[in-house]
């Protein structure tokens, strides 16, 4: 069983926004498989069941607390954190990129370094979605929290169905096997 986890935020207002692209991916994910999103109080989050496979997972915490909601799937699905797979944006990608990590730190990502605090590990696999660094002069937070320009919108698109495309790989073929495959791919 794997735990599939989307960063963002629970509000409408940031829905569409660059910070929310992990929230995005389990959204389209769930519905090209036809999930529905429940409210899990006790677990603060808002979860979607995947066969057998996954939980996927969208904490209502709000970013900058993700690891709370992630903790208490962890501790009461008995998941290991080898099997906990976070989906977040990373302004040090270009739009159009994505990579699939094993482990790592946070990169300054304060939902990352939540989960990572809470859970007393960065071991755990991730998938960086490119979002890329604001312009010169302008805010980082009004930045993460502002939606993709017009050109990157179909750029971000291809972008989330071959993230879901290596999901579904990675229950298939193993993570190793899955970030050969996907870490060299070229989308534009």
Not at 4 to 19: A, F, Q, S, V
């Amino acid at each position: 069983m794997w735990l599939i986890c989307g960063l963002g935020n629970p509000e409408e207002k940031y829905e569409n926004t660059r910070h929310n692209i992990g929230f995005k991916v389990l959204d389209c994910f769930a519905e090209k498989h036809n999930l529905k999103f429940k409210p899990f109080k006790e677990f603060k989050s808002l979860a979607a069941f995947y066969n057998s496979q996954a939980i996927l997972v969208k904490p209502l915490t709000y970013m900058n607390f993700s690891g709370e909601a992630v903790k208490k799937w962890i501790e009461k699905q008995k998941i290991e954190p080898q099997r906990l797979l976070l989906i977040y944006d990373d302004m040090d990608l270009a739009v159009g990129r994505f990579k699939i990590l094993p482990k790592g730190g946070s990169g300054g990502h304060k939902g990352v370094q939540s989960v990572i605090e809470a859970l007393g590990t960065s071991e755990f696999p991730r998938i960086k979605i490119g979002i890329s660094r604001p312009s010169s002069g302008e805010d980082f937070k009004e930045y993460v929290l502002s939606p993709f320009k017009k050109e990157e919108k179909e750029i971000i698109e291809k972008v989330i169905n071959w993230v879901i495309k290596a999901i579904e790989e990675l229950f298939e073929i193993g993570l190793l096997k899955t970030m050969t495959k996907y870490n060299s791919l070229k989308i534009i």
